[in-house]
């Protein structure tokens, strides 16, 4: 048996096509790089005083760094550097042991508040890096301190 349909009874054939479907938007490039100059910037305002021959300070200093690391953990591959300095008076080798103790401090404070350890690197740097040179005594109060470098990629 063979069926005919006269050409007058057939309708258009239309094919439904689903509605194009836009690609995901690629990030913005430099998103990421924003991300870290812009924290990088709030780090460099960032210093945590230390007393004489001191390896921690007070809660009160940490808040803004506790700040800053919340920060950077929304940015996806930046860590955070902890940088000792130290101040120029007393031995060169105890000078470099508590720059890297005060910045081991720092980073292990904001272990215990959560941040990734991952995305820290602690530094000492004994004496050379000085804020200010003059004379001993009050100036030698700037030299100890740690400071923060955001990274834009993971050590």
């Known amino acids: 048996m063979e069926i005919r349909i006269a050409p007058e009874a057939t309708a258009p054939l239309t094919v439904a096509t689903p509605d194009a479907v836009p690609e995901p938007a690629a990030p913005a490039l430099g998103a990421e790089a924003d991300c870290v100059a812009t924290l990088d910037a709030l780090a460099a305002s960032i210093t945590v005083p230390f007393d004489p021959y001191a390896v921690e300070t007070t809660s009160g200093a940490m808040a803004p760094v506790v700040d800053l690391a919340q920060r950077v953990a929304e940015c996806d591959t930046a860590y955070i550097v902890v940088a000792g300095p ?50 001993a005594g009050a100036d030698d109060t700037l030299n100890r301190r740690v400071d923060f470098i955001v990274r834009a990629e993971l050590p």
């Open 86 to 135: 130290a101040d120029p008076s007393g031995d060169e080798t105890l000078n470099l042991v508590l720059s890297w103790q005060r910045a081991e401090f720092v980073v292990t404070h904001l272990t215990d508040t959560g941040f990734d350890r991952i995305r820290l690197e602690a530094i000492g740097f004994e004496s050379r890096r000085p804020i200010s040179e003059g004379a």
